[in-house]
């Protein structure tokens, strides 16, 4: 397992974390000044200050990425699945042009809420279809474009709005079916916020091995959490194992980023340097 202590070198941020602080750009220049190597930009924060002067404010401060978010949102009626096809299309050639290392996928829940004004539908199963071949299709697109895949799956509590994939076993199994012979540029991103519960997590990581862990997310679970989306923890204030969790990903195979991802109107009321320092301090001594 690798040493994390004596400094921050596989550190990302995932600039969600930030978003009420500051625009994209200033986020990439605090996390320069605080040597963290690595972020996680969102679509929105990208789009807000422009796809050419993000990709630019990423190269100019030297930065990696450990990942693009997101893609997905694959369930819609039927004939609103072209716009579901090209807005996932438009995310990859964006994860392309900021040299992200794969585009995460936030597969979608129920049509009426993946993709709304979409007709209301209590049918999970069709949706979990129609993830699958929306994924089947991005694929192919990705891997002409050499942008790999990660599906994350969420939480059940999401499965409605945002994810109907919820375990790592099935974000595993749709992996299996869609890419049988391990070609590549399909995983998953394992994020320990949403499957740090499953009695299966130690066994799905090491199923998963290295060429399917593709990002790596961590925080932490407060107990009581307030608000279902916007109230995780930094971490060492909740209650997920992260050491053990990461010494499973890492006897997998995976030796990437860890990218903070915190979506919390606590921390999101911080100072923008505090919740940095906080984040490289707590990598340090509890991730
Ligand atoms: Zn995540």
Known sequence: MREFSGDHRFLSINTA??????DLVGIIDACARAEIPAISPW???????????A????????LALSGYCRGGMFSADPERLAEARDDNRRALDEAVTLGAPCLV???????????????????????RA??????????????GAQM?????PLHPV????????????????????????????????????????????????ARAGADRLLAYHVCDWLVPTR?????????????????QIRSEVEAAGYQGFVEVEIFSEDWWGQPMNQVLETCIARYRSVV
């Open 17 to 22: 974390t930030l978003r009420k602080q500051a």
């Open 43 to 53: 679509r929105d924060q990208v789009a807000a200050v422009g796809l050419d002067r």
């Open 55 to 62: 990709a630019r404010a990423v190269k100019d401060a030297g």
């Open 105 to 127: 996928l936030v597969v979608g829940g129920l049509p009426q809420f993946s993709r709304p004004g979409s007709r209301p539908s209590r049918d999970i199963a069709a949706a």
């Open 130 to 143: 129609m993830v699958e071949d929306g994924i089947g299709a991005l694929l192919d697109y990705a891997r």
């Open 148 to 152: 790999p895949l990660a599906i994350e």
């Open 158 to 205: 999401y499965a409605a709005d945002r994810a109907c994939v919820n375990t790592l076993a099935h974000a595993l199994d749709l992996c299996d079916r869609l890419d049988p012979d391990r070609r590549g540029g399909l995983g998953i991103a394992l994020d320990v916020y949403h499957v740090w519960w499953d009695p299966e997590l130690s066994a799905q990581i």
């Open 227 to 243: 608000d279902l989306l916007n109230d995780r923890g930094m971490m060492g204030d909740g209650v997920i194992a992260l050491r």
